[in-house]
């Protein structure tokens, strides 16, 4: 059975800083990784997407890593804002049937101006 | 933008009442998902619909809980008799392939009393 984790749960850093946040999964047979932002009380809004061919993308300030044989993932911020405080959830595509995501319990992150 | 849009944004109900949470897909999409959060845990799959069926179901999605497709564009969550352990946030989701970003409705918030 397919098992995400996020490491560490909570991250609080200063402005500017850039970070790295961790995702790890025990089943290496995946389709897809996708990572999102969560605010408070909102629904998910889907930052990257990448395939279990691509070992990375790139969006902005943002960019995610994927090693399925290793079972992980990582989601790098570079110089990050206040406006990133927000709860960074990952999850895996793990089968063709129906397309149901496994989620990671997320990393919440809090950026101190 | 397109997005995905869920109304009610929260609805509480009494204990053993029926219950209907509604979403708008974003048009031309083809997968369609129902996923809930319960404060402070996971977000959880549910049920995946396809091809105005469903594809797969998860444990949680019992006899007490159905989906529709009513219309072409509506798609919606029944829970027939609602219980305490119900209340949490639902999220609907859709896709536009299978291999492409899932994208989240703001949610709604389920409270039983």
């Known amino acids: 059975k397919q098992e995400v984790t996020q490491i560490p749960a909570a991250l609080s850093v200063p402005e500017g800083e850039n970070l790295v946040l961790n995702c790890s999964f025990t089943?290496?047979?995946?389709?897809?990784l996708q990572w999102f932002r969560q605010d408070p009380g909102k629904g998910l809004t889907s930052l990257l997407l990448?395939?279990?061919?691509?070992r990375e993308q790139t969006s902005g300030r943002l960019n995610a890593s994927l090693d399925k044989s290793s079972g992980r993932s990582t989601l790098y911020i570079a110089a990050s804002q206040p406006g990133d405080s927000a709860t960074y959830l990952c999850?895996?595509?793990?089968?063709?049937?129906?397309?149901?995501?496994?989620f990671g319990q997320g990393t919440e992150l809090s950026v101190k101006p | 933008e397109p997005e995905v849009t869920q109304t009610p944004s929260h609805q509480v109900t009494q204990m053993g009442q029926e219950v209907i949470l509604r979403c708008v897909p974003i048009?031309?999409?083809?997968?369609f998902y129902w996923y809930r959060q319960i404060l402070g845990q996971k977000v959880e799959f549910l049920v995946s619909?396809?091809?105005?069926?469903?594809?797969?179901k998860s444990e949680i999605f019992d006899d007490q809980f159905s989906v529709e497709r009513p219309d072409g564009s509506n798609f919606t969550l029944k829970i027939r008799s609602t219980k305490l352990e119900d209340s949490a946030m639902y999220f609907c989701?859709?896709?536009?392939?299978?291999?492409?970003?899932?994208?989240f409705g703001q949610g709604t918030r389920l409270t039983v009393v």
């Open positions: 999850a895996l595509r793990v089968d063709n049937q129906g397309g149901k995501l496994i």
């Open positions: 089943d290496s047979a995946i389709y897809n």
């Open positions: 990448i395939q279990s061919s691509q």
């Open positions: 048009s031309n999409h083809l997968y």
């Open positions: 619909f396809y091809n105005n069926e469903i594809s797969e």
């Open positions: 989701v859709s896709r536009a392939r299978m291999n492409t970003e899932a994208f």
